[in-house]
């Protein structure tokens, strides 16, 4: 007789709450306006990324928030500033990255909660809306300029700031290119193209660009239109 194993029960809780004091209730923003059809946000996180210390850091885009939260649950205001930072990583140098949508690309040094511009236009063109970015090994910082690309717009592009300072811009098709990461050996990028309900696959080629740049996985469904 054939016995099925029992389901693995997985047991989850609620590590941590944005604190009241830290909730912008019924307060208007330019953000929500193009982005939630106008509606109210008290906030909208974004960006989690640890630290060497187990730390939890992560943005407020429509209030230019960056917040810690400690191993014990503890939420800690690191800055507010004149901004939307969407996506957050730490690189390996201890420096705080931010994809900001105003401003572009934004550094933060978590010793004395200073914010500083790292990249902010391209060929003195400012960019459409920064959104994500991950890192490689090699110090290369790969993000995403989405704005408010879509299938009525496939403008939206993906860039890769090197270490030694040179921007390449490897795409500029992207209908919403949002998430990304690169595959374990960092010869893949992986991109969410959100308006196209979809994951993108580029191939990094050796002279630093891509080639055979095809669609991994698309699903099906409504994808977020006012994000």
Known sequence: MYLEKPPRVIDTRVFSRMLEKFRRKRERTAWADANKAGEPAECFLEGPAFDAGGNLYLVDIPFGRIFRVSPAGEWTLVVEYEGWPNGL?????????????????????????KIRPLLRSRNSESFKGCNDLCIASNGDIYFTD?????????????????????????????????????????????????????????????????AKVGRFCAMFGTSESRE
């Open 89 to 113: 990583k730490i690189h390996r140098d201890g420096r705080i990255l931010i994809a900001d949508y105003m401003h572009g690309l934004m550094q933060l040094d978590p010793r004395d909660g």
């Open 146 to 210: 989405q704005g408010q690309t879509g299938l009525h717009d496939p403008t939206g592009r993906v860039y890769r700031l090197a270490a030694d300072g040179r921007l390449d811009r490897l795409l500029a098709n992207g209908p919403s290119p949002n998430g990304l990461v690169l595959d374990r050996d960092e010869r893949v990028l992986f991109v969410a193209m959100t308006r196209d309900n979809g994951v993108w696959r580029m191939p990094l080629t050796r002279d630093g660009a891509t």
